[in-house]
Nanobody
Framework: QVQLVESGGGVAQAGGSLRLSCVASTLGTYIMGWFRQAPGKEREFVAGINWSGRSTDYADSVKGRFTISRDNAKNTVYLQMNSLKPEDTAVYYC????????????????????WGQGTQVTVSS
């Protein structure tokens, strides 16, 4: 059973920063991703990273502000969020995607099999 536990959420002011962490029971050779869901909206892709960390993908809304990274030795994935905006307010979820030894990064949530419980991020204006 794969377990994913997110932490690091909280309240930040617009323009501030937060760093989310996701500890997995194992990362292995799997794509990892961060998604978010705001009230009344569908879950959306935020960022993804391939197994080695050398390939990443971001939603247009967060490019240049968010950075995804991973430490396979610690089974941990991070999401550094800078220049936060009120529209970044959402529950953020960590997810494990398909096994892939190459540079492919999945952005479709249907490609992700395991999900964490989520961590709330609130950005005040």
């Amino acid at each position: 059973q794969v377990q994913l536990v997110e932490s690091g959420g909280g309240v930040a002011q617009a323009g501030g920063s937060l760093r989310l962490s996701c500890v997995a029971s194992t990362l292995g050779t799997y794509i990892m991703g961060w998604f978010r869901q705001a009230p009344g909206k569908e879950r959306e892709f935020v960022a993804g990273i391939n197994w080695s960390g050398r390939s990443t993908d971001y939603a247009d809304s967060v490019k240049g502000r968010f950075t995804i990274s991973r430490d396979n030795a610690k089974n941990t994935v991070y999401l550094q969020m800078n220049s936060l905006k009120p529209e970044d307010t959402a529950v953020y979820y960590c997810a494990r995607g398909p096994y892939n030894r190459y540079t492919y990064v999945a952005s479709n949530p249907h490609e992700y099999e395991y999900w964490g419980q989520g961590t709330q991020v609130t950005v005040s204006s």
